[in-house]
Nanobody
Framework: QLRLVESGGGFGPPGGSLTLSCVVSGFSLDLFGIGWFRQAPGKKREAVGCLGHRPMYTYYTDSVKGRFTMSADNAKDTAYLEITSLKAEDTGTYYC???????????????????WGQGTQVTVSS
């Protein structure tokens, strides 16, 4: 059974950094495209970014470009989302999700993702 488990959320100050992890079990990480999504209080879920492995591809939504970085360590079956220069609007629940590997090259839409992690909360506060 494919499972994804996020961790690394918590409290961070404005301008600070957090790194979220997404551990994939049941199958190898490199078999899937990976998406990161977030949902702020009172807001709709939005894509943060998507990553494909073959070929390497990343997409970031405009609001996080230059501040968020996705990566994957296939040997550890772990995907990462490095968040820097935290802003108050980054507050929300963050999810990683898995999709058929080819699908992330077509879109970074939540509907393409079949397996989701439980979410990890990020709260930006001083």
């Amino acid at each position: 059974q494919l499972r994804l488990v996020e961790s690394g959320g918590g409290f961070g100050p404005p301008g600070g950094s957090l790194t979220l992890s997404c551990v994939v079990s049941g199958f190898s990480l490199d078999l899937f495209g990976i998406g990161w999504f977030r949902q702020a209080p009172g807001k709709k879920r939005e894509a943060v970014g998507c990553l494909g492995h073959r070929p390497m591809y990343t997409y970031y939504t405009d609001s996080v470009k230059g501040r968020f970085t996705m990566s994957a360590d296939n040997a550890k079956d772990t995907a990462y989302l490095e968040i820097t220069s935290l802003k108050a609007e980054d507050t929300g629940t963050y999810y990683c999700a898995a999709a058929p590997s080819e699908s992330v090259y077509m879109s970074c839409d939540a509907s393409q993702f079949h397996t989701w992690g439980q979410g990890t909360q990020v709260t930006v506060s001083s």
